[in-house]
């Protein structure tokens, strides 16, 4: 939730080895895509990798891959 109270909603595709990362507020038509990703939205995507990873329905590519933009964004604030 967002500091209005309002839902937000993240998704993530990966695609030719990059990671584009979209959210929205529950109730806006569009998609926001960001070059950027906040922070918390990628340690979200890092914890569901996880689980996904334990269950054989991730790579260990994508896991590091993931690891490696927190780190870069981590190291740039």
């Known amino acids: 939730m967002n ?3 309002a839902k937000r909603e993240v ?5 030719g ?6 959210a929205k507020t529950a109730g806006d038509p569009e998609w926001t895509y960001y070059e ?3 922070l918390e939205d ?5 914890e569901i990798l996880v689980r996904k990873y334990h269950r054989r ?21």
């Open 17 to 22: 080895g990059s990671w584009r990362v979209q």
């Open 57 to 77: 329905h991730a790579s260990a590519e994508d896991f590091a891959s993931i690891e490696k933009l927190i780190q870069d964004h981590r190291s740039n604030e």
């Open 42 to 46: 990628l340690v979200a995507l890092k």
């Open 36 to 38: 950027h990703p906040l």
């Open 3 to 5: 500091e209005q109270g």
């Open 11 to 15: 998704r993530a595709t990966k695609f």
